[in-house]
């Protein structure tokens, strides 16, 4: 209470209070971690954890969690802790608490005591709005704990009793199967939970006011932020650790067992599933042609699009007036951008194909994902050119120098981070891209053998214009992302000799996760270059 | 940003819009401009002449009826309060308003008797002749040695060889002397010669003037324009600009733009002021100017009194 008109200035030292609220903080850090990895199901809720059964350990952390933030919050309301709370938590943090609270006296009501679905909403609305009036009502130390420490203890009391425990289930009882498990909710409900624990016990620890305020945003968000890495981290792990034995299946390493590269040179390692196509044959399968496939079909889009956008972008940021015409391009460009990728590969079925020979082929499937590639490349390179700044241009005007000299020193090297960018994300999308390839390069069946397009070795003269022609390029050839695709449906590519199917299908998507994350390293690599190039040296 | 469309160069009678010019911000009337004030006589040659200069941006009409002469190797200051048309003027200099797009301009600039505003006058020649420094520091982002050879390099000044271009190393003997002389008559040559291949916009506001100025003279100008070029820096780079100006205009004509009444006394020869409404209101040698100006409104304003 002392501090309720006169805050401190100075800092004292760490004292117990700041501690139990620290220790709060770092509680519900932990209760995120565990929440998110039951999720994945890197925590099994049907073992132990540290000795104890994994839902009771839950339900412990979030009793002592929701105790610990709302004792805190009381012992500032009889002044046992010195604190500044403001008047009243405020409007966000009241709905911030009867949205949870809503949820469970509807489900309190409505299936507990079996209620129906009237019952559920008027209970809903009942706890939600004592919720709501507990925290907006009281002084701020008091709403912002006391009604979010009781859902914790709440929670956590209906995981140690062992009502909801790890073979929970709720069968919605929906004309198609549809159950809620307790796989689901323990790990979403302990996540949610952890984030208010966290929020609570972080403006407690900033002692409420503006700073506790501060540093429960800051909680809130740095939560995220790190719950963005840790999907990220998931998902790469999960697929790593399943593609891995599939990836290193029949790897042998020993001078001369490789393949023979650049002619001359033999590779001391051999990876058959990197370094084989699908060959009745073969000891081993892999998805060489494929990973060959992808990257020429990466690079043909990119030097269809790149200099089709840039160019684009030039004509419309340095020379085109702005007026109807310039808004008709940004528009059908924006729309170019939306459109969905099977269209795309439409167009390129029906336009495309019956032109390049009647088949499906690389260069089709290299212009599609051009055409695809081209919008986000002409937008971003747009934004980039016109954020370069006009005195550059006046400078060099000053100067004399003519238009398109200064267009092509001073702007184009200037923009050329964010039109990387550009061309980095579009890749990313079109690597991936299943649709398009689908209709316009890759066989119905697969390329059979160990036929690795040889683009660069495809080039030959001929006699008659245009003089050049590059039959592999014509020809029907298979890409990862399609490749996984048919693997899922049909099996296809398998050949009879795999003799685990599933690790040569999760060996495949990590593989070209490895590509487009390859594809994004060069971009990224390229990008901070020329940035550094622009920068202090 | 078209070029020529805008600009018009007929000797258009002039429209004397005198009730206008009596009016200033508040509205109060004031003495009426007389022609005799702006008529300044300097020993030498004219470098440049105005006559009857008029722009409009779209329908605003920014700078009125100006003639005015700016004599060879001197420093001409340009002084007035925001929006009186005193930067609108040096930029019609080098025809710098043709690259905005609304602007148009009538009347006639001479450079060294020749018409500026006509069809067929070649903007690089021009430019080359007429350089310009601008109000912030504009370095590109590129090496000191690229920022002052780019101007000669574009204009293919400086002979690249074939293989040194494809290296990337385009330092010729002949471009080494052009950025050291350069920088020299910029004064900033000590200071970076070390480091000719660090990032421009690495080095502090005042040297990154100075390297403009360096690159704007790199190009081999007669006459340099400079738009309040000191206004984003310190008083010890101020002063170091200052110096350099003076230095400068043993061999260059400079025309000036300044908001600093004591930075116009110390380095100018002669002086304009420009008042509200896009005229010129009084033109003459700077002692007389600030000591004894003719017109009531310009010794208020150098006074500090208004604007």
Redesign the interface.
Known sequence: MAGATQSRLVEGDTTLTDAVAAVAVGLSATLFVLAVAAMFERVSLTGTLVGLPTVTLLGGLLVALGGTVAAFGLGSWVGYVETDPDATAGLIASFGAAVPWFVIGGGVVSQTLGLGTAGGVVGGVVAGGVAFVATAVPREDVGSTVPLGALLAFVGAVFLTGTIGPDWLWDLGWEQQASITAEFLVPVATLFCALYGGWAAAKAYGRFGARGRHMGAYVLVYLNALSIVAFLFILIAFVVVRGLPGLLHGVRIGAGVGPQVFGSVQLPVYVPFVMNGVALLNDFQGVLPAIVGTIWLVVGAVLFAVPLGVGAAIFLTEYA?RGRFTQAVEVATNGLWSTPSIVFGLFGFAFLIPRFGNRKSLLAGMLTLGFMLLPLVLITSREAMLSV?D?????????????W?TIR??VL??ALPGVITGVILGVGRIAGETAPILLTMAGGTFVPGGQTVDVIGGFEFTGSPPFVANPELLQATSALPYQLYALITAGVGLGSNVSDPDGFRWATALILLVVVLSFYAIGIGARYYFRQ????? | ?SNSQQTTSQHQTRTTDSDQSLETTSGETVEETEEAWVEYDFQGDAKMVAEDLDVYYGDDHALKGVSMEIPEESVTALVGPSGCGKSTYLRSL?R?ND?I?AARVEGSVQLDGKEIYQDGIN??????RV??V?Q?P??????IRDNIA??PR??GDIETGLLARMLGRDDSEEERELVERALKQAALWDEVQDRL???A??LSGGQQQRL?IA??LS?GPEVILMDEPASALDPIATAKIEDLIDSLAEEYTVVIVTHNMQQAARISDQTAVFLTGGKLVEYGDTDQIFENPQSQRVEDYITGKFG
């Open positions: 007036e700044p005195e550059y241009r006046d400078a060099s005007a000053a100067l004399g120098v003519k238009k000299q020193s001073v090297p200037a190039r622009l920068k202090h040296e | 940003m080098n710098m690259r797009d903007l690089v020649e021009l430019r080359k350089g310009m601008f912030s504009n370095p590109f982002p590129k090496s780019y101007g574009k204009h291949d660090d990032n916009l690495g403009c690159r704007c190009v």
